[in-house]
């Protein structure tokens, strides 16, 4: 399933957030993908807000520390910058494994794109495209996965 929408303010992307968390209820594994300042972060604002784990102002761009956590009542959202990972080596030492076997936890990863295992993994993408100064065009693609007792 994909859905798109648009948005043309730091503020509305927000708001964008806080409606996707409600698609995102069932999900474990999200890639977020754009250029750099695309908005990724800016939408996981409103991600976390929409899970009730932390208001805009206090999510800030995991780049330097790689990995944030905002706890809520129902989920945990791990937001994770994979920038500068270049290695599966490098990525084994974030935990990411660990973080997707408790079912409470929703990884939002930015750049996972460049992890074929995260791409295989992934319950859903966002892709964000730059509409000229501040419009952004989001498609939110959904993977429908086979029940655990029928995989392969």
Same mark, same amino acid.
């Given at each position: 399933?994909? *859905? =798109?929408?648009?948005?043309?303010?730091?503020?509305?992307?927000?708001?964008?957030?806080?409606? /996707?968390?409600?698609?995102?209820?069932?999900?474990?594994?999200?890639?977020?993908?754009?250029?750099?300042?695309?908005?990724?972060?800016?939408?996981?604002?409103? $991600?976390?807000?929409?899970?009730?784990?932390? &208001?805009?102002?206090?999510?800030?761009?995991?780049?330097?520390?790689?990995? !944030?956590?905002? *706890?809520?009542? &129902?989920?945990? $959202? !791990? !937001?994770?910058?994979?920038?500068?990972?270049?290695?599966?080596?490098? /990525?084994?030492?974030?935990?990411? =494994?660990?973080?997707?076997?408790?079912?409470?936890?929703?990884?939002?990863?930015?750049?996972?794109?460049?992890?074929?295992?995260?791409?295989?993994?992934?319950?859903?993408? $966002?892709? $964000?495209?730059?509409?000229?100064?501040?419009? *952004?065009?989001?498609?939110?693609?959904?993977?429908?996965?086979?029940?655990?007792?029928?995989?392969?």
């Amino acid at each position: 399933m994909s *859905r =798109d929408f648009s948005t043309n303010s730091p503020e509305e992307t927000i708001a964008l957030g806080r409606e /996707l968390a409600d698609l995102l209820r069932e999900s474990r594994l999200v890639l977020l993908r754009g250029e750099l300042g695309a908005g990724k972060t800016t939408l996981v604002k409103g $991600i976390a807000e929409g899970f009730a784990a932390a &208001e805009a102002g206090e999510v800030t761009s995991p780049t330097f520390k790689l990995v !944030h956590e905002y *706890r809520g009542p &129902e989920r945990t $959202i !791990h !937001h994770i910058d994979l920038y500068r990972i270049e290695t599966q080596r490098e /990525l084994d030492t974030l935990g990411v =494994d660990d973080l997707l076997r408790d079912e409470r936890n929703l990884l939002l990863v930015e750049w996972g794109e460049k992890f074929p295992r995260l791409l295989q993994w992934k319950d859903a993408e $966002i892709r $964000i495209t730059r509409e000229g100064v501040n419009g *952004r065009k989001w498609r939110l693609s959904t993977v429908e996965k086979m029940p655990k007792e029928k995989a392969v």
